[in-house]
Structure formats: structure tokens, C-alpha cells
């Protein structure tokens, strides 16, 4: 694990790429604020974290290696994906701050949903999967002074620190974004725009070798 500054430097590509996780977490943005953006992420998170436990007790190779596993996480992750992204086109009104403010227990809802987005469509992501299988094991070393899980633990926790950092700026971007285009009608497009990037994601998931 002796080169982390070009570790570091995949991830932040990685990260950078558009994908599922950033549509979904600009989608709860514009749908609703910026909170809800970074529940999203802890949502993303936690999904990280799962697969890191599932990789460090070896279950991440047999997985993937296991046709039937693989295509079901792959199925239920595309089906999901095309799931909220046939929501946010059908959404139809944006749900403003003053109605969040005043919301009460419809604001538990968007923040449980949010959250809820961000963790199963990491967890059913077959991308995420693969990560820990073939780019993470190319950075660490065998026989080292730092056990191979160990490391694999050091490098998920490096890839979640950027990934955070990189979602964190894309939900101040899309709230800066929202206040400059005031106009509700041209929000509402942006959200089934959203919505169709995420049917399209979860087609292109299904379809993948």
C-alpha cells in the first residue's frame, strides 16, 4: 500500500463520475433542500460500509463470482434505480422551503426517504461491488507489515472521506443552483431530467454484462 497519493487520485475520478449516487443525491436536492442531500449521502455512506464488511470477510469475491448473487444484485439495483427515477418524473410540484419548514412529519418523510435512496442503491449498485474486487486490491501490498484486510479497510475509508467531501460540494452547487433559477416550472424540468438520468442508469445496469 505504498501508493496512495494515485489511490487517492482514482477515487477522486471515481467519485467525480457522473453516476447513480450523484444523481440521487442531486435529485433530493432540487426535490427538496440541501438537507436532504446530505441524508442522502450518509445513506451512500453506510452502503460503503456494508460492502467494506462483506469484502473484509470475504463474502465481496464469492459474490461476485456467483452468477445468480451477482445478476440479483445487479436486477434489484436497476429495478430500484429506474423505480425513484419514474418518481421524480411523476413528481410534479417541487416541494418548496417554506412547505419543508412547515411540513412537520412530512419532513421525517422526505429525510427517511432520502436516506433510504442513498443506502439501497449503493448496496444494489454492482459497481460498488467490483470496486472492492479489482481497483482496491491493485493498491495493496501482500506480505506486508499492514494486513491485507486492514489496508482494505485504510483505502474504503480514503474512498468514503473523498466521495463525501466531492457529494458534500454537489449538494452546495445544486442548492446555489436552485437559488439563482428561481423559477418553479424550470426546477420541476430539472427534476424530471433527474428522473429520466436514473431510468436511464438503471437500464444501462440491467442491461451490463
Known amino acids: 500500500m505504498d501508493n496512495l497519493l494515485a489511490y ?29 442531500g446530505r441524508v442522502t ?15 473484509v470477510i470475504g463474502l465481496a469475491v464469492v459474490i461476485a463470482n456467483s452468477i445468480l448473487l451477482f445478476s440479483t444484485i445487479k ?6 434505480l429506474v423505480y425513484i427515477g419514474i418518481k421524480s418524473f411523476t ?13 412537520g412529519g412530512r419532513v ?3 429525510m427517511k426517504a432520502s436516506f433510504r435512496q ?3 442503491s449503493n448496496i444494489f449498485n454492482p459497481k460498488v461491488l467490483l470496486l472492492y474486487i479489482t481497483i482496491m486490491p491493485q493498491f495493496m501490498t501482500v506480505g506486508g507489515s499492514i494486513g491485507e484486510n486492514q489496508q482494505l479497510i485504510i483505502l474504503a475509508g480514503i474512498l468514503i472521506g473523498i466521495s463525501t467531501v466531492w457529494f458534500l460540494v454537489v449538494v452546495e452547487l ?25 431510468i436511464l442508469f438503471g437500464i444501462r445496469t440491467a442491461l451490463e454484462a
Open 75 to 80: 436486477y434489484i439495483g436497476a429495478a430500484y
Open 118 to 120: 442513498g443506502l439501497i
Open 8 to 36: 487517492s487520485t482514482v477515487g477522486l475520478v471515481l467519485a467525480m463520475l457522473p453516476g447513480a449516487d450523484m444523481m440521487i443525491i442531486m435529485k433530493n436536492t432540487l426535490n427538496y433542500n440541501s438537507n436532504a
Open 91 to 103: 413528481a410534479g410540484q417541487l416541494v418548496s422551503m417554506n412547505e419543508l419548514k412547515d411540513g
Open 108 to 110: 421525517k418523510g422526505h
Open 174 to 198: 445544486v442548492n446555489i443552483m436552485k437559488r439563482w433559477l428561481k423559477s418553479r416550472t424550470f426546477q420541476n424540468w430539472l427534476s424530471k431530467g433527474a428522473g429520466v438520468v436514473l
Open 41 to 55: 449521502i450518509l445513506g451512500i455512506i453506510l452502503g460503503h460500509l456494508f460492502w467494506t464488511f462483506i469484502a
